[in-house]
């Protein structure tokens, strides 16, 4: 019933009965099926509210939005107007799905870097352990271990408490959630109840959207003074940015890190290709996963893990860290039998890409050379083009500069920017619009032992070019490539 479905909401005025049936919510007039509530919000690009017909016209027998019609108003509709639609979505999600992030522990794992390897190493970390979780990630939605395809890292507040629900249904006690700071920005994560929050680290990217470093740390630290003093915040203390994360906030702070003196500490006492041998707080450990920032992801995880169920579980949680499998495009890698290894991340701002040479760089032997394709996506930060550009050039043997996400951009104006830069060195750098001709050509010029990292977009399965998405998994074509040269 729609009354039970606004409790809570503050409400500024309401025209029609509220006792009207109400089967579901949503803020596409798209999605807009029988006995729905349309949620009207002024989006960036669109307003719903000029889809309020059209919602109507599908069946929607409520209407949510922040400015009242005048006109049109249709008879057997209830109208209910509000000062911002988006955290009433927050309160009545909550509401229809029957309050989840009450009756789950729900952890959100917030930074620049990192926020998608901890969500899935504690997803793994207790499914193994047999606590049964959920995962919401940029890799998509996964209930125990069955997958449902989302578009955003943080989707949007109903399909959260939606899957959180089903999940909770199936017997899920805890819930991992990737947030990002649009999700903050845009309340998409407003009335969840979080027990974790942690923060993995802060670097300058997203700022075509935050417009600058300090909004988009504000962004951030929203996150953490909206956590409650029955909570915990665990942070990086090795992030510059840490303490002033922190400032002002009520959740019990707890801090993680391999520099300084903290509540969960690691120490690397040998990393190689195939793995590292960990000391985490005293105890012996190890992980397949490889480089510095896996380490940092390891800990965070295993943070977490002592957090929610204590010191007792300690030796369960280190010997289950053993098992964590490597996650999909997160220095995902592939040796082929032609000698020539293929490395493929999400990579895609200056301080992540510094971060995977400064791994390459520990595991490469001089002899081998290292063959980068990157590109740099459309409507978002320039500002980072020619710097990525730059450190390319300057860390790589061979540079080939190609399309990520063109988005609505020209890709010729993308490549032209990533070589915007001055170097005094004099090496060629090779240029493709063609993503998959990038590829092509790094096998094709590549000797054995040497080393091909495909960066930028990782996980995704697909290219987006003006509005249109086109499949392409990167290291399904590299692969591909490969069998097609060497009989693979």
Known sequence: MLRDVLKKVSILKIIGIDTVFIEGITISSKKVNKNMIFVAKKGENTDGHKFIVDAIEKGANTILCEVMPVNNRYENITYVSV??????????????????????????????????????????????????????????????????????????????????????????????????????????????????????????????????????????????ESLSKESFALINSDDKNSKNIIKNILAKTFFYGLKKDVDFKMKILKNSINGIKLLINGKKAYTKLIGEFNVYNILASYATSILLLGEKQRNKIIETIKS???????????????????????????????????????????????????????????????????????????????????RNEDPEKILIDMKNFKSYLKKTILTFVSRKKAIETAIKIAKKKDIILIAGKGHEIFQEVKGKYYPFDDMKIAKEILKKYYHL
């Open 324 to 406: 964590i499998k490597p996650i999909k495009g997160r220095f995902e890698q592939f040796s082929s039998k032609s000698g020539i290894k293929i490395i493929v991340d999400y990579a895609h701002n200056p301080d992540a890409l510094n971060t995977i040479f400064n791994t390459i760089k520990k595991i490469k032997k001089n002899e081998n050379r290292l063959i980068c394709v990157i590109g740099c996506g459309g409507d978002r930060d320039k500002k980072k083009r020619s710097l990525m550009g730059k450190l390319v050039y300057e860390k790589c043997n061979v540079s080939i500069f190609t399309s990520d996400n063109p």
């Open 83 to 224: 000062t911002d639609s988006m955290i009433a979505l927050g309160i009545i999600s909550s509401n229809f799905y029957d309050h989840p992030t009450k009756k789950i522990k729900l952890i959100g794992v917030t930074g620049t870097n990192g926020k998608t390897s901890v969500a899935n190493i504690l997803h793994q970390l207790f499914n193994s352990m047999g606590k049964k979780s959920i995962l919401i990630s940029t890799v998509g939605i996964v209930i125990i271990s069955k997958k449902y395809p989302t578009t955003h890292t943080t989707p949007n507040i109903i399909d959260i408490n939606k899957y959180l629900n089903l999940s909770i249904k199936k017997g899920c006690e805890y819930a991992f959630m990737e947030v990002s700071s649009h999700g903050i920005y845009q309340k998409r994560i407003f009335g969840l109840l979080f027990i974790v929050g942690i923060f993995t680290n802060i670097t300058h990217d997203h700022l075509d959207y935050h417009k600058n470093f300090n909004n988009y740390l504000s962004t951030k630290k929203s996150f953490f």
